[in-house]
Antibody
Framework: EMQLVQSGAEVKKPGESLKISCKGS????????IAWVRQMPGKGLEWMGI????????RYSPSFQGQVTISVDKSINTAYLQWSSLKASDTAMYYC?????????WGQGTTVTVSS | SYELTQPPSVSVSPGQTARITCSGD??????AYWYQQKSGQAPVVVIY???KRPSGIPERFSGSSSGTLATLTIGGAQVEDEADYYC????????????FGTGTKVTVL
């Protein structure tokens, strides 16, 4: 079964750093781009960026460029999303998804709560 | 930055047809995709490349695109189709930058 399994919920304080993960299994992880999607509480989906595991080529939405870093470790079939200094406005659900003909396989989501 | 615009809400009676539109300047040249998100769940693709339906998606879901408008049609909507729906596409730059539409809440009652 193809799946993406994300790391667990996080509760952080403003200014702290964070790295969440997305591990793929059941398919050739390196052959497909992995996208990250944000969903703030009660709001819509926002495409953040995408990475190709083979060469770590990365694209960012202009809205997220410089705000987050997307990376990958293809040796362990895992993509990452990280922040160097969290803000309260980063509180959201974050999904990773595999890009095939569409975003066809999604992780279960990671809830990030940033509060003092 | 590129935007895809959807109506905030659509209401339909069970068995009737629901149509959700998505407007974007690059849609004449770029495919549209549609995702369904039920409350508390991850999104699921229901239409890809304008009008293709993934395996396991009911035939009542169909897609079309003409000019700057893409449309998701739910023919004979069921109560279980009540969800948020998002269109998805890329701009014309060729830079592999994607955007979601503003989202449409479909109510079946």
């Amino acid at each position: 079964e193809m799946q993406l399994v994300q790391s667990g919920a996080e509760v952080k304080k403003p200014g702290e750093s964070l790295k969440i993960s997305c591990k793929g299994s059941g398919y050739s992880f390196s052959s497909y781009w992995i996208a990250w999607v944000r969903q703030m509480p009660g709001k819509g989906l926002e495409w953040m960026g995408i990475i190709y595991p083979v060469d770590s080529e990365t694209r960012y939405s202009p809205s997220f460029q410089g705000q987050v870093t997307i990376s990958v470790d293809k040796s362990i079939n895992t993509a990452y999303l990280q922040w160097s200094s969290l803000k309260a406005s980063d509180t959201a659900m974050y999904y990773c998804a595999r890009e095939a003909h569409a975003l066809d396989v999604w992780g279960q989501g990671t809830t990030v709560t940033v509060s003092s | 930055s590129y935007e895809l615009t959807q109506p905030p809400s659509v209401s339909v009676s069970p068995g009737q047809t629901a149509r959700i539109t998505c407007s974007g300047d690059a849609l004449p040249k770029k495919h549209a995709y549609w995702y369904q998100q039920k409350s508390g769940q991850a999104p699921v693709v229901v239409i890809y490349e304008d009008n293709k339906r993934p395996s396991g998606i009911p035939e009542r879901f169909s897609g079309s695109s003409s000019g700057t408008l893409a449309t998701l049609t739910i023919g004979g909507a069921q109560v279980e189709d009540e969800a948020d729906y998002y269109c998805y596409s890329t701009d014309s730059s060729g830079n592999h930058i994607w955007v979601f539409g503003t989202g449409t809440k479909v109510t079946v009652l």
